[in-house]
């Protein structure tokens, strides 16, 4: 079992040791914190202030970082380095400096969006020889401004004419097809303009009441735009000289972490007249080591193992050998098992990678995908246990490329597209690539893929059945294992032994088996109606086994749907490069090519991660895995 046994203990101090109790098993980070039946009320306000404060800068400086900068900020740091720019990082100075930059740069988006909407505006108008503050009304006259198409500006002038309207209409600019026109019109004639002016598509307009002529006012907007532009090109330049500081300031908030996380480690104490008791949990085997530690450093301490209450939820640490700890993270998807479980892990991690292998069937497609996440894994120094997915996909690739060697799969191309010392010929005269021996473009090479894909499937339930009579045998309920779960294997023998060798005696054992199915099946009922559950369970173990097993289907169709793409791409990029002379068709081919079968691999492999997957949760998890476990959480001073 891969779930690692857990011990709940009580740590007692004395009182004046409990800042350094809380700064050794920070340090140690082996202990999950259990909280007081009475919490120490602390304030964390303080802490989550400054911490949102720091995320602000910190976000802030990332977007104006160089590479560089970036590159330093990422790289992993100790708990020296961590304490040093926590103590000599002007932090408030850094954070008051962004948010006056802020404060400037909004200020000036304003002023730019005032003045480009104000030149907008005026753009028509620069010949208006009036100031905007001027006022429109004489004593006679009212000054109207407006626009018309400028094809009906004749038309207007006509019909002003006609109903005898005393103005004077001058043009001064135009915006596109239209005019902008001036008019002082006699106010006792205005109904009468208006009225005219209307039928041909007349459009009143207000100006912005500002002192000067529109020239002057373009003028200044033009040049408060290239103000405000300026203003914000410093500043940017500023954050740019600021986010040197971005990589010191990552580090002041992972100290900023550690005060918050001790202070939940103060609430979590409970305290007498002269000592304090902290309850956690810790792994078993971690337990002499965390005592040893704590009685070398503090003089007056004791660790004592204690019952967890009940009905406690204990928490879930998984620890599997190296090379099956990344596919952890296909079990963390469904969530973790019960402590009371075991980890599926070790069980799944095989059909899981060979499943995601026959999805793909593509070797090209396997060396790429391993060589995309060898590189990031190589260039990163990720470690197994701490970037689980990336290994996985990487272990998948490798995986992939082996297992479609076999099934011919290369980048979608057939045999006869191959140069000749990449393929051989069959004694039927069928060209094949080096190490094929199936052919997924012809019906025998499907009608494999399909009877493989049924068999996993059969083998992987019929496996899920025995570690839930498994899991059931060794919690003390052996009868029920027994009866429930290992009399589909009985059954399941006797299946294929009448199969393989089908005589009467080999049919009569597939009736006595049965007959013990069934009775099995019924296990929990009345004598008089166990053969009667028995037979509904049968029923119901049919119908099951069925619709689960022609879910691995999807291996087969997922298994093809690669080979189809890979070859639709070459098509697509022959087919184009036709259209263009050599010289240019070479390049397009080749990026079609490169560009086609990057995505396809992306989309493949997301497919065939989620369908893989998708049979480990919901057929193979569901014959024995309940899940729902919690994550042990230890208390612990994090340098990533």
């Given at each position: 079992m891969a779930v690692i046994e857990m011990q709940k203990v009580a740590i007692i101090a004395h009182d004046s040791m409990k800042e350094q109790l809380i700064d050794i098993l920070h340090k140690e980070g082996v202990m999950e914190l259990s909280e007081a039946n009475a919490p120490v009320a602390i304030d964390h306000t303080d802490v989550n202030f400054r911490s949102a404060e720091?995320?602000?800068?910190?976000?802030?400086?990332?977007?104006?970082?160089?590479?560089?900068?970036?590159?330093?900020?990422?790289?992993?740091?100790?708990?020296?380095?961590?304490?040093?720019?926590?103590r000599h990082t002007d932090?408030?100075?850094?954070?008051?400096?962004?948010?006056?930059?802020?404060?400037?740069?909004?200020?000036?988006?304003?002023?730019?969006?005032?003045?480009?909407?104000?030149?907008?505006?005026?753009?028509?108008?620069?010949?208006?020889?009036?100031?905007?503050?001027?006022?429109?009304?004489?004593?006679?006259?009212?000054?109207i401004l407006?626009?018309?198409?400028?094809?009906?500006?004749?038309?207007?002038k006509n019909a002003l004419k006609e109903k005898n309207v005393r103005c004077d209409i001058s043009e001064v600019g135009t915006l596109k097809s239209a005019s902008a026109i001036a008019v002082h019109v006699y106010k006792?004639?205005?109904?009468?303009?208006?009225?005219?002016?209307?039928?041909?598509?007349?459009?009143?307009?207000?100006?912005?009441?500002?002192?000067?002529?529109?020239?002057?006012?373009?003028?200044?907007?033009?040049?408060?735009?290239?103000?405000?532009?300026?203003?914000?090109?410093?500043?940017?330049?500023?954050?740019?000289?600021?986010?040197?500081?971005?990589?010191?300031?990552?580090?002041?908030?992972?100290?900023?972490?550690?005060?918050?996380?001790?202070?939940?480690?103060?609430?979590?104490?409970?305290?007498?007249?002269?000592?304090?008791?902290?309850?956690?949990?810790?792994?078993?085997?971690?337990?002499?080591?965390?005592?040893?530690?704590?009685?070398?450093?503090?003089?007056?301490?004791?660790?004592?193992?204690?019952?967890?209450?009940?009905?406690?939820?204990?928490?879930?640490?998984?620890?599997?050998?190296?090379?099956?700890?990344?596919?952890?993270?296909?079990?963390?998807?469904?969530?973790?098992?019960?402590?009371?479980?075991?980890?599926?892990?070790?069980?799944?991690?095989?059909?899981?990678a060979l499943f995601f292998a026959l999805c793909l069937t593509d070797a090209g497609y396997g060396a790429i995908l391993a060589l995309i996440f060898g590189i990031a894994i190589w260039k990163k120094r990720l470690k197994i246990r701490e970037s689980k997915l990336a290994w996985t996909l990487f272990l998948g690739g490798i995986v992939t490329f082996f297992v479609s060697i076999p099934f011919g799969g290369w980048f979608g191309f057939a045999p006869e597209q191959a140069p000749a010392f990449l393929t051989r010929t069959t004694a039927d005269g069928n060209v094949l690539f080096l190490g094929q021996i199936w052919n997924l473009s012809t019906q025998s090479g499907i009608n494999f893929l399909q009877n493989l894909s049924l068999c996993l499937g059969i083998t992987h339930l019929f496996y899920g059945m025995f570690l839930a009579g498994y899991h059931k045998w060794i919690h003390g309920k052996k009868v029920e294992a027994l009866w429930m779960n290992f009399t589909s294997h009985l059954l399941l023998g006797s299946v294929i032994i009448y199969a393989l060798l089908p005589t009467p005696y080999t049919l009569y054992l597939l009736y006595a088996v049965l007959v013990i199915f069934i009775w099995g099946k019924g296990y929990g009922a009345k004598w008089f109606l166990r053969p009667i559950v028995g037979a509904m369970g049968l029923l119901n173990f049919g119908i099951g086994l069925l619709s689960n097993t022609l879910s691995y289907?999807?291996?087969?169709?997922?298994?093809?749907?690669?080979?189809?793409?890979?070859?639709?791409?070459?098509?697509?990029?022959?087919?184009?490069?036709?259209?263009?002379?050599?010289?240019?068709?070479?390049?397009?081919?080749?990026?079609?090519?490169?560009?086609?079968h990057l995505i396809s691999i992306a989309l493949n492999t997301l497919g065939s991660f989620i369908h893989?997957?998708?049979?480990?949760?919901?057929?193979?998890?569901?014959?024995?895995?309940?899940?729902?476990?919690?994550?042990?959480?230890?208390?612990?001073?994090?340098?990533?």
């Amino acid at each position: 079992m891969a779930v690692i046994e857990m011990q709940k203990v009580a740590i007692i101090a004395h009182d004046s040791m409990k800042e350094q109790l809380i700064d050794i098993l920070h340090k140690e980070g082996v202990m999950e914190l259990s909280e007081a039946n009475a919490p120490v009320a602390i304030d964390h306000t303080d802490v989550n202030f400054r911490s949102a404060e720091l995320k602000f800068a910190i976000t802030v400086l990332k977007g104006n970082a160089s590479k560089e900068t970036h590159a330093v900020a990422k790289k992993t740091t100790n708990e020296q380095e961590i304490v040093y720019a926590a103590r000599h990082t002007d932090v408030r100075g850094i954070i008051d400096e962004l948010h006056k930059l802020e404060e400037t740069d909004t200020e000036a988006e304003h002023i730019k969006k005032e003045s480009l909407k104000l030149l907008e505006t005026l753009a028509p108008w620069t010949s208006l020889p009036y100031s905007l503050a001027s006022n429109r009304e004489s004593q006679t006259t009212a000054r109207i401004l407006g626009f018309i198409a400028t094809l009906k500006l004749e038309e207007l002038k006509n019909a002003l004419k006609e109903k005898n309207v005393r103005c004077d209409i001058s043009e001064v600019g135009t915006l596109k097809s239209a005019s902008a026109i001036a008019v002082h019109v006699y106010k006792e004639d205005i109904r009468k303009f208006e009225e005219a002016a209307v039928t041909v598509g007349w459009t009143n307009v207000e100006l912005p009441v500002l002192e000067g002529l529109a020239p002057e006012l373009i003028e200044n907007a033009h040049m408060q735009v290239k103000e405000s532009s300026s203003i914000q090109r410093k500043n940017t330049e500023k954050r740019k000289s600021l986010s040197v500081e971005l990589p010191n300031l990552v580090k002041v908030l992972r100290y900023i972490n550690w005060l918050d996380d001790k202070q939940c480690a103060r609430e979590a104490m409970s305290a007498t007249q002269s000592t304090t008791t902290l309850l956690g949990w810790t792994p078993k085997k971690n337990l002499p080591a965390l005592e040893a530690k704590l009685q070398d450093n503090l003089s007056a301490v004791a660790v004592l193992k204690v019952k967890p209450d009940e009905n406690e939820e204990v928490p879930v640490l998984l620890r599997n050998p190296l090379a099956i700890a990344p596919f952890e993270s296909v079990t963390n998807l469904y969530g973790n098992p019960l402590y009371s479980e075991g980890d599926p892990t070790m069980s799944l991690a095989p059909f899981f990678a060979l499943f995601f292998a026959l999805c793909l069937t593509d070797a090209g497609y396997g060396a790429i995908l391993a060589l995309i996440f060898g590189i990031a894994i190589w260039k990163k120094r990720l470690k197994i246990r701490e970037s689980k997915l990336a290994w996985t996909l990487f272990l998948g690739g490798i995986v992939t490329f082996f297992v479609s060697i076999p099934f011919g799969g290369w980048f979608g191309f057939a045999p006869e597209q191959a140069p000749a010392f990449l393929t051989r010929t069959t004694a039927d005269g069928n060209v094949l690539f080096l190490g094929q021996i199936w052919n997924l473009s012809t019906q025998s090479g499907i009608n494999f893929l399909q009877n493989l894909s049924l068999c996993l499937g059969i083998t992987h339930l019929f496996y899920g059945m025995f570690l839930a009579g498994y899991h059931k045998w060794i919690h003390g309920k052996k009868v029920e294992a027994l009866w429930m779960n290992f009399t589909s294997h009985l059954l399941l023998g006797s299946v294929i032994i009448y199969a393989l060798l089908p005589t009467p005696y080999t049919l009569y054992l597939l009736y006595a088996v049965l007959v013990i199915f069934i009775w099995g099946k019924g296990y929990g009922a009345k004598w008089f109606l166990r053969p009667i559950v028995g037979a509904m369970g049968l029923l119901n173990f049919g119908i099951g086994l069925l619709s689960n097993t022609l879910s691995y289907l999807r291996i087969l169709a997922l298994g093809l749907v690669t080979g189809a793409i890979a070859m639709a791409i070459n098509q697509v990029a022959v087919e184009v490069g036709k259209l263009f002379p050599i010289w240019v068709a070479i390049p397009v081919m080749i990026g079609i090519f490169l560009m086609g079968h990057l995505i396809s691999i992306a989309l493949n492999t997301l497919g065939s991660f989620i369908h893989s997957g998708r049979l480990q949760f919901i057929e193979f998890f569901s014959q024995f895995f309940e899940g729902g476990g919690r994550s042990f959480s230890p208390f612990k001073r994090s340098t990533n």
